[in-house]
């Protein structure tokens, strides 16, 4: 059984840095942060692959940077200049065995919520203007 657990959550303002960490016990090739507002779905913030290939929601390109260090049993986001629609509960999130997806004829990673299938506890970020 995997376990994974966020830290690194808080509160900061608009335009500010935060760093969120995932602690996890066994290693995934496949791993992501999703975030969630409450009384909306679960959405992909970032994903990294097998590959070391990365994956950003439209939302944060630019912003936010995925990175892990297996060594350490850490998986990271790092986020920058923050806008308050960042604010939500964090989740770290992995595949028990990479699901890849055929899209627009080359095969990615699934990033839907339903193809993952360990979850942290969730760690709050609220940015205020």
């Known amino acids: 059984q995997v376990q994974l657990m966020e830290s690194g959550g808080g509160s900061a303002q608009a335009g500010g840095s935060l760093r969120l960490s995932c602690a996890y016990t066994?290693?995934?090739?496949?791993m992501a942060w999703f975030r969630q507002i409450p009384g909306t779905e679960r959405e992909v913030v970032a994903a990294?692959?097998?590959?070391?290939?990365?994956y950003y929601g439209d939302s944060v390109k630019g912003r936010f940077t995925i990175s892990r260090d297996n060594a350490k049993g850490r998986l990271y986001l790092q986020m920058n200049s923050l806008k308050p629609e960042d604010t939500g509960t964090y989740y770290c999130?992995?595949?028990?065995?990479?699901?890849?997806?055929?899209?627009?004829?080359?095969?990615?990673?699934?990033?839907?919520?339903?193809?993952?299938?360990?979850w942290g506890q969730g760690t709050q970020v609220t940015i205020s203007s």
């Open positions: 999130a992995a595949q028990r065995a990479c699901v890849w997806r055929l899209i627009g004829g080359q095969f990615q990673l699934g990033l839907s919520p339903s193809d993952f299938d360990y």
């Open positions: 066994n290693r995934q090739s496949c």
């Open positions: 990294i692959d097998t590959e070391t290939r990365e």
